[in-house]
């Protein structure tokens, strides 16, 4: 009996850390990917509860978010628009996709290829481009954005940073 004590103890607690995982698991139902956007305009996301496609990180802000939606309705979601940018380097349909961006001056999602980039802000996973409506000095387009995440001239490249930064 003295024996059988410690083992039933660890199996007790094996069940509760599984019962656990398993509660957790069922509440929190990530979406990764949102199907049958017809209407190919952003979704409401419910923050804490969508998934960055290319870094698998929560979205915890709107802020810097980006939604992308393919011709068939899928729509993909990223917290980051680096994030974003190395997703859009790898699909088959560029030209096709309908990409929204929330912006920092008007807080609001609008279309990525009209929005104006800034490259040095913090941003949620270090990439630096931050998204605005009204064009302001020192900002660039989406095309030249998308090229320069291409190339790697981003906010974690340290010769890039201290470049952007005057440093």
């Given at each position: 009996m003295k024996k059988a004590l410690p083992i039933l103890t660890i199996l007790i607690f094996i069940g509760?850390?599984?019962?656990?995982?398993?509660?957790?698991?069922?509440?929190?139902?990530?979406?990764?990917?949102?199907?049958?956007?017809?209407?190919?305009?952003?979704?409401?996301?419910?923050?804490?509860?969508?998934?960055?496609?290319?870094?698998?990180?929560?979205?915890?802000?709107?802020?810097?978010?980006?939604?992308?939606?393919s011709p068939d309705g899928k729509t993909w979601f990223f917290d980051d628009i680096g994030c974003f940018a190395l997703w859009y380097k790898n699909i088959s349909f560029q030209k096709d996709v309908i990409i929204w961006v929330y912006t920092r001056d008007t807080k609001e999602y609008i279309r990525a290829r009209e929005a104006w980039y800034t490259q040095t802000d913090k941003t949620e996973m270090g990439y630096g481009f931050a998204s605005h409506k009204i064009k302001k000095e020192k900002m660039i387009s989406f095309d030249d954005m998308i090229l320069k995440m291409f190339r790697g001239e981003n906010m974690k490249n340290p010769l890039i940073r201290k470049k952007l930064l005057g440093y």
């Open positions: 509760i850390i599984i019962g656990i995982f398993l509660s957790m698991s069922s509440q929190k139902q990530m979406v990764v990917i949102y199907e049958n956007n017809h209407k190919h305009k952003p979704v409401d996301i419910k923050l804490s509860h969508f998934q960055d496609t290319q870094c698998g990180m929560t979205l915890s802000k709107l802020e810097d978010s980006v939604q992308a939606i």
